[in-house]
């Protein structure tokens, strides 16, 4: 793009003059934006700039975005292919950000994953993938199943090649090594080393010098350039030596060939290479067995009862489909006929197979038992509830954790940093050490290259958090992003929602105190006005009033947010809610009618009195069951040193009822669902690391403002939407699990980064030649090249440790 070329950013939300002179005025704000207008009716800003237009555009969407505006973008995850080390996924990612509408860019070295949000206007993934394959990588940006399948054979093929190499290299390495440590002096060793070296290097090895070239060409650097540096030198310099053996001598300098060393430290290279692909692998066995759960093919029931089996892919919503006895169920959808039992724990990490019956929802990925039935398919494809869990996963195994934009931050200069030390240990060995100071040098640097290793640094987060979140998603708990799995831990605050939470969430009526006459009306509005709410207390009622009542449709409802309902029929207002409400229209609850609620209160249960705007009608008691392992999940709550309060709509006595039953350390009741998230920020301004946990609509609010925001699987889906956790159970037991497993992903990034950083940290000196003025030791460099490559295994073999770790 040329300088001051207009540049045309789209805006949403910008529906007045007014607001398209504040996006104006903050456009003026941002430095590089040469000219600037705003242009209401086509919903757009223009700007002009004079240089680094990827930066003034990001900018200029985040200044938008401040503002309270914002800028449509598309979010995508791409595979990425060719990248070999931490550096790589470094240089792809600064050159996704250095795309004129890039609005962030991100690249996992880990699961090879680029996730990029990007301005459909300005760029889009061809052109992405171009500018990625120009700097040495590539993008696969097919967003299909088959992309997927793509990737798993490029990832198969790249494997079984890389073994291939190994085999091959070690083959050689082996005579190679034997000649150059024990049999120097037999004739013609310097030229039989070579013969074995060259195909070595040129052959096995070629992977690293095509590497390093392409980064050459873009004046950037990564371990290819590192591996190709030492290697070709040592390569180099022992071919010179072996063809003009006498150049050397006739200048005071005694030197031997490093064929061995060349050849030697690629062999290692290969084999850490592979031993690390094999346990990348393993670092994403949870999305694999997650991929395997939905079967190819389904048995397709057509109107005339013709059954058909076909590909999974051409399920259309509404079809109906066969299931039979040890099948695994296709897709999401309701069973129309027959019964059965499903093994729903691949999903929601419970063991007990759950009953389904006509009307039961099904769910993809599950396994029907003994029985066979029929069920009509309702989700299909990206839908299901079950690609959603992949699709979480997925995400969150590809974000960063806030402690890998440090670790992001040092592997960038990684590279450039291991040269420049191994320019300065051979001018130092040069320089000062006399005789075989040229020698020992080049030893040095070669060692120096060698040894150095950004990988263990690049692997260090993304593997331990690909295996948290793998091993949460197998207990039925999933993660959204990488920040709250590191969060977790520190939770010390945990605010609970009663119902659906610590309770079932499926609350029934126990009884109906009439305290005017009982009419046939009186129950048919009762009725009406709860079915048309949406709160789960009335549906406890209408279930228990269905069978004898009827809709009345010429009611005008008013929903009475956190209170209760109002409805109005034949000039008539009718109020259903608690106590508070009841009061605040001055109707009179009379002795009788409050020593009944009372006792109801005490037995933990809740009370919604029917009144028109004069008179209480009747009271209606309501008992929602605790779940079997709320009481054990609070007292582990307890023991993690995490103090337990729950805020509830509900009535003060089955609040308190209920905290003294689970011993709950606070409760506020008849709390509305502004003050829950007003609470959560009280804590908050204490010190306190608070996480929320809720399944309604109306623990939204609070969900948000929560440090770790956790949403019950069976809730509504804003709920879940607005949680960084999700429990698919709905178990709260499931918590303290999630609070467990982040503290041991937590522990394991640690040990990665602190391995990682220490083995650099000594191992660079060490080559460098520090302990010879000690001792004397100066380290072989294949010696360098194997601990190198013991290094990046290391860190992914400590975080595989998590998946057998007991949470």
Known sequence: MKANE?????????????????????????????????????????????????????????????????VPTVKQAFPVTNMSCASCAANTEATLNNQIGVVHAEVNYANTMAKVEYIPGLTNAQSLKEAVQAAGYDLLIEDSITAKESLANIQENHYQLLKKRVIGAIILALPLFVIGMFFMGIPYANYIMWALATPMLFIYGRSFFIGAWKQAKHRSANMDTLVAMSTGIAYIFSVFVTLFPNFMHQHGIHVHVYFEAAGIVIAFILLGKLLEEKAKGNTSSAIKKLMGLQPKTVTVVHDNGHQMDMSISSVQVNQILLVKP????????????????????????????????????????????????????????????????????EDAQGSKAPVQKLVDQIAAIFVPVVIGIALLSFAAWYFLSGENGFSHGLIAFVTVLVIACPCALGLATPTAIMVGVGKGAEQGILIKDAESLELAKKINAIILDKTGTITEGKPSVKSIKWFSAQTDELRDILFSIEKSSEHPLADAIVQHLNASSTFINNLVIENLSGQGI?????????????TILTKERGINVDETASAWIDTQLRAAQTVVLFSNDQTLLATISIADQLKAS????????????IKVYMLTGDNVETAKAVAEQLGIDEYRANVLPAEKANFAKELQQEGKIVAMVGDGINDSNALAQADVSIAMGKGSDIAMDVAKMTIISSDLAKIPDAIHLSKYTVQAIKQNLFWAFIYNIIGIPIAAGILYPINGFLLDPMWAGAAMAFSSVSVVANSLRLKWKKI
């Open 6 to 70: 207009p540049i045309s950013i789209p805006l949403t939300n910008v529906d007045s003059e007014h607001c398209a002179l504040i996006v104006d005025k903050g456009l003026a704000n941002i430095k590089g934006i040469s000219s600037h207008k705003v242009e209401l009716n086509n919903h757009r800003a223009i700007i002009t700039v004079e240089k680094y237009p990827e930066e003034v555009v990001q900018a200029a969407v985040k200044q938008i975005r401040d503002l309270g505006y914002d």
């Open 630 to 641: 709320s009481a054990e999940a609070i007292k582990q709550f307890h023991k993690d040193g």
């Open 326 to 393: 040890g099948e695994r169920i296709a897709v999401d959808g309701e069973v129309t006929s027959g019964h059965s039992f499903v093994d729903e724990s691949m999903i929601s990490g419970e063991p007990i197979p759950v009953v389904k019956s006509i009307g039961e929802k099904v769910f993809a990925g599950t396994i029907n038992q003994k029985g066979s039935f029929q069920f009509k398919a309702e989700k299909v494809g990206s839908d299901t509830i079950l690609a959603h869990i992949i699709k979480m996963v």
């Open 566 to 578: 109002e409805g109005k029929y034949n000039g008539q207002t009718y109020i259903i809610g608690n």
